[in-house]
T-cell receptor, first 113, second 117 residues
Framework: GENVEQHPSTLSVQEGDSAVIKCTYS??????FPWYKQELGKRPQLIID?????GEKKDQRIAVTLNKTAKHFSLHITETQPEDSAVYFC????????????FGTGTRLLVSP | GAVVSQHPSRVICKSGTSVKIECRSL??????MFWYRQFPKKSLMLMAT?????????EQGVEKDKFLINHASLTLSTLTVTSAHPEDSSFYIC?????????????FGPGTRLLVL
């Protein structure tokens, strides 16, 4: 089955810096890769996703890149702000049938003012 | 669009009682709903996948008789923790597939914090 690894587990940056979180996956058939942001005690919120027919996707300060050959994908946050502080989870799945999402272990991002 | 609600948000119960948690997709039909358990500072652990009108598929190590799942309609799934014990205390989150984001997009409920005394 699919296995997703996520690094780093914690990341501390200064406000305005960029933050990068990386994930690798094992199943070459996976073709959908969402990223979720979870604030303390709250639900995970989808912030961006990418499908395997695209190499990069951007939404304002957030971007995701996908390298299918290497089976890794990354989340890039530019001009970080204190409100970006949260736990970020990557996930992977095949877009067939009722395939479940396989989540990474999470990255705790702390943005200091 | 793609709003998922969960009720209750918090429950405290005595050991040995059963607790039912409801998960609803408010503005879309969810053919599939998922139930997760999350321990403090940990990732989401999938417990089971629930398809409307059929039996849930449980992950390895999850007791189906302990965690009863019912998906009676395209907008409602319930998780019942039977004969709860203190080790069942956790944050339970549901998610639903569907909505305007596409068939594979999952939207999460706000979670239910269960404390068993």
């Amino acid at each position: 089955g699919e296995n997703v690894e996520q690094h780093p587990s914690t990341l501390s940056v200064q406000e305005g810096d960029s933050a990068v979180i990386k994930c690798t996956y094992s199943d070459s058939a996976s073709n959908y890769f969402p990223w979720y942001k979870q604030e303390l005690g709250k639900r995970p919120q989808l912030i961006i996703d990418i499908r395997s027919n695209v190499g990069e996707k951007k939404d304002q300060r957030i971007a995701v890149t996908l390298n299918k050959t290497a089976k890794h994908f990354s989340l890039h946050i530019t001009e970080t702000q204190p409100e970006d502080s949260a736990v970020y989870f990557c996930a992977a799945t095949r877009d067939t049938g009722f395939q479940k999402l396989v989540f990474g272990t999470g990255t705790r991002l702390l943005v200091s003012p | 669009g793609a709003v998922v609600s969960q009720h209750p948000s918090r429950v405290i119960c005595k050991s040995g009682t059963s607790v039912k948690i409801e998960c609803r997709s408010l503005d879309f039909q969810a053919t599939t709903m998922f139930w997760y358990r999350q321990f403090p500072k940990k990732s989401l652990m999938l417990m089971a996948t629930s398809n409307e009108g059929s039996k849930a598929t449980y992950e390895q190590g999850v007791e189906k008789d302990k965690f009863l799942i019912n998906h009676a309609s395209l907008t409602l799934s319930t998780l019942t923790v039977t004969s709860a014990h203190p080790e069942d205390s956790s944050f339970y989150i549901c998610s639903a597939r569907g909505g305007s984001g596409g068939g594979e997009t999952q939207y999460f409920g706000p979670g239910t914090r269960l404390l068993v005394l």
